[in-house]
């Protein structure tokens, strides 16, 4: 048996899978996982942040859990549980229309709600454990539901359990999130919200307002995956050595960087390889989007192959150049096993 999975990650390469079952609830989801330890199931969210290629051996759950319930409250904080399948778009939605504040930075990543803690989303100075409370989680081989905090979670940059020692170990089933019902922390301080506010004329942004600008920027420089096929951020931003950093500086005056620590800074991604001179090249399909470097594209009915050659090129050359080497954000599978570069 084959099921298409084109329509299934963001990337949209021709792919197929031996089984896809689609999960709305916890029950059909204790009924659908396979407990064995030679269990060949993959958990799938959006399709955002993973690609695939060829064809996998495997079932796949979708996890379509959707639900949104008030679970507390108290003068200054809401508490909503997001079932894991409810698309991202609609926690911003459903956050907007209640007047609930704190993931208003996050508009527009795709995604769902599921997916979204695995690599602690982020944008815009939000990142999603700022509003993170707890999780709960079923034990694939047990059947148990766990129940995480934030601390258990060891969320970091684009990091957390569920991507090192808990790696599909568990299928998150909901997220309770803590936003604000009033006084929100209205974060407009990254430049390019500040300068969108600016040209909107806006001087005291709502939630809203926020949520806009942060939309026209996405829009503005990120390819809309319905129309073509890319998975947004392709690798993390590198985090390298203070020292480092002084001694590029002097080859590269106006390398930009983040602080992370004393010793230690955050450099763009987009930044090296716009530099590097990658903007808009292409190999086979796949291309280097023109608008902002950091996103690979599938330009032109690319196969999975020809984005591999790209994203490892790239690696290559900004490794020659920089003597720094880029970790890919996005999960891939080729015939249905887990791409793992050295
Ligand atoms: N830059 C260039 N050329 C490019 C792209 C970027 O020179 O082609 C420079 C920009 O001028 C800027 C710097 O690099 O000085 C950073 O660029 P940008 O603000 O666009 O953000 P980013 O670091 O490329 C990160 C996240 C995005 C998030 C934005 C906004 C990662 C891996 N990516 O991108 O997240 O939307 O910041 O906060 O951290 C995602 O994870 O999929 C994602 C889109």
Redesign the pocket.
Known sequence: MSHSLQKLHTFGFQASAAQVLHCKNNVELLQSLDKSTKSKQLILGGGSNIIFGGHADLTIIKNEIKDIQILDQDAHHIYIRVGAGVIWADVIQHALQHNYGGIENLTL?PGTMGAAPIQN?????IELRDVFHSLAAVDRRTGVTKEFSKKECRFD??ESIFKQEAKNKYVITDVTLRLTKRDHQIKAD?G?IKKTLEQNSITNPTIQDISNAVAQI?MS??PDPSIIGN???F???PIISKNKYTALLEKYPNM?SYPISDSQVKV????L???AGW?GKAIGGAAVHD?????LINKNNADISDLIQLYQSIQLDIQSRYDISLER?VTIYKNGVELIDD
Do not use: C, H, M, T
């Open positions: 990543i989303i982020g944008a815009y100075g940059y684009r990254y390019a996405r420089k990120l998975a947004g951020s690798f993390k931003n930009p763009p991604a987009g930044w390889i716009d530099q903007k608008k902002q470097a950091l996103v954000e």
